[in-house]
């Protein structure tokens, strides 16, 4: 995907800003906004109510459109709304904000600005998390939210909750094939980004937390279990596959008496269960990925996962005297990131085909130093749920 064009004059993004039960900050944000020559502002009133309409008002009277949801629909579902109506338009970066002040208008302008001059495809506005306003439940959902990210994408990325993002004009088909109406989008989002071909750029900005966050409606713990469902759903599926592939092999290697024959003919059993499961139940994409192709690339896989296992299972044993089971135990903890990862973006990554290219193989890797926009190319108030 090529970076946006500048053209003759600098395009101004669009800003948008979904909002349920906003108060005055959202009003704040548009003048901050304006102040530092971002006019240019599409807000959403996710299902306030009656008694928001005076905040809307004064928001239309600053000139910026308001489209509105007449039921509280979720956040995700507010940026969707926002993105069709921003796709029949002439086609300009957009800019998404939050309405309770987390976001100070200079790092929205700073995002706007890195989008703008082509740092990335999408930019993220990330915090460090850092100091003593930011409330425990926060630290701790972004933590789990993180390490998840990274064990399901390879991808360090310090803030996956930021709702401050830029995105090239070109991502609004991709951006609205997104399932999910709540914060599970935005994860969703970052987790199909790691799989297109785009360029990631990451803006350290301002962690602001007014009143301990008590304005959000985000669940940190709640929230981010969408993220870990997948790889929930994987480990669960590779524990079944454990314990079976344990039990054989304890009852092949005593009737056979060689580990060879015993890892080999364990190892297809529980590899054909897991195979059958993670096509039909974990990856979601595998019923949509071909039979044929995906059963290939399973099994070349499989088999290099199992060179692997009777390699380290053989030194663990043989050279160290490691006891079987907890040889096993810790041979399948070492090949599991591994199984997982190729197994969610190779073999079964069938559910996007018709509106997504698959990903590079190479993993893109995400960074913040020193306050710099760090970016890697590919080859190719009113915070609500």
């Known amino acids: 995907m090529n970076a946006v064009s500048l053209g003759p004059e600098p395009v101004t993004p669009v800003v948008v800003v979904p909002a349920y039960r906003p108060d005055a900050r959202l009003t704040s944000l548009l003048d901050g906004l304006a102040a530092r020559g971002l006019t240019d502002v599409l807000v959403v009133d996710d299902g306030?109510?009656?008694?928001?309409?005076?905040?809307?008002?004064?928001?239309?009277?600053?000139g910026a459109p308001v489209l509105r949801h007449d039921r509280n629909r979720g956040?995700?579902?507010a940026l969707r709304t926002a993105f069709a109506r921003l796709l029949a338009g002439p086609g300009a970066p957009v800019v998404t904000a939050d309405a309770d002040g987390q976001h100070t208008p200079d790092d929205v302008r700073a995002v706007a600005d890195a989008l703008v001059a082509g740092a990335g495809?999408?930019?993220?506005?990330?915090?460090?998390?850092?100091?003593?306003?930011?409330?425990?439940?926060?630290?701790?959902?972004?933590?789990?939210?993180?390490?998840?990210?990274?064990?399901?994408?390879?991808?360090?990325?310090?803030?996956?909750?930021?709702?401050?993002?830029?995105?090239?004009?070109?991502?609004?088909?991709?951006?609205?094939?997104?399932?999910?109406?709540?914060?599970?989008?935005?994860?969703?989002?970052?987790?199909?980004?790691?799989?297109?071909?785009?360029?990631l750029a990451q803006v350290p900005i301002t962690t602001v937390y007014l009143e301990r966050n008590s304005s959000s409606h985000f669940r940190p713990l709640h929230d981010s279990a969408s993220?870990?469902?997948?790889?929930?759903?994987?480990?669960?599926?590779?524990?079944?596959?454990?314990?079976?592939?344990?039990?054989?092999?304890?009852?092949?290697?005593?009737?056979?008496?060689?580990?060879?024959?015993?890892?080999?003919?364990?190892?297809?059993?529980?590899?054909?269960?897991?195979?059958?499961?993670?096509?039909h139940l974990v990856f979601r994409a595998g019923r949509r990925a071909p039979a044929r192709r995906s059963a290939v690339q399973y099994a070349t896989l499989a088999g290099l996962l199992l060179s692997?296992?009777?390699?380290?299972?053989?030194?663990?044993?043989?050279?160290?005297?490691?006891?079987?089971?907890?040889?096993?135990?810790?041979?399948?903890?070492?090949?599991?990131?591994?199984?997982?990862?190729?197994?969610?973006?190779?073999?079964?990554?069938?559910?996007?085909?018709?509106?997504?290219?698959?990903?590079?193989?190479?993993?893109?890797?995400?960074?913040?130093?020193?306050?710099?926009?760090?970016?890697?190319?590919?080859?190719?108030?009113?915070?609500?749920?």
């Open 48 to 62: 306030s109510g009656p008694a928001f309409a005076d905040v809307f008002a004064a928001v239309e009277a600053r």
């Open 121 to 199: 495809d999408v930019v993220l506005g990330v915090r460090s998390f850092s100091g003593p306003d930011v409330p425990l439940r926060s630290r701790v959902g972004n933590t789990v939210s993180a390490h998840a990210f990274r064990l399901a994408t390879g991808v360090r990325l310090p803030d996956t909750q930021t709702g401050l993002r830029g995105f090239a004009p070109d991502l609004l088909p991709r951006l609205l094939a997104v399932p999910g109406d709540r914060f599970e989008y935005e994860q969703r989002v970052l987790l199909r980004a790691t799989r297109w071909p785009v360029r």
């Open 75 to 77: 956040k995700g579902a």
């Open 227 to 279: 993220v870990l469902g997948p790889l929930l759903a994987f480990a669960a599926s590779g524990l079944t596959a454990f314990v079976l592939d344990a039990a054989l092999l304890l009852a092949l290697q005593a009737l056979t008496g060689s580990l060879l024959v015993s890892v080999v003919g364990a190892r297809l059993v529980s590899a054909g269960v897991n195979y059958l499961v993670n096509r």
């Open 308 to 385: 692997a296992s009777y390699g380290l299972l053989d030194a663990l044993t043989g050279t160290l005297g490691v006891p079987l089971l907890a040889a096993k135990a810790v041979t399948d903890a070492t090949l599991f990131l591994a199984g997982y990862t190729v197994q969610r973006h190779v073999v079964f990554a069938g559910d996007e085909s018709a509106v997504e290219p698959e990903a590079p193989a190479a993993q893109r890797r995400m960074s913040v130093a020193g306050g710099r926009i760090v970016s890697s190319a590919t080859p190719s108030g009113g915070r609500h749920g």
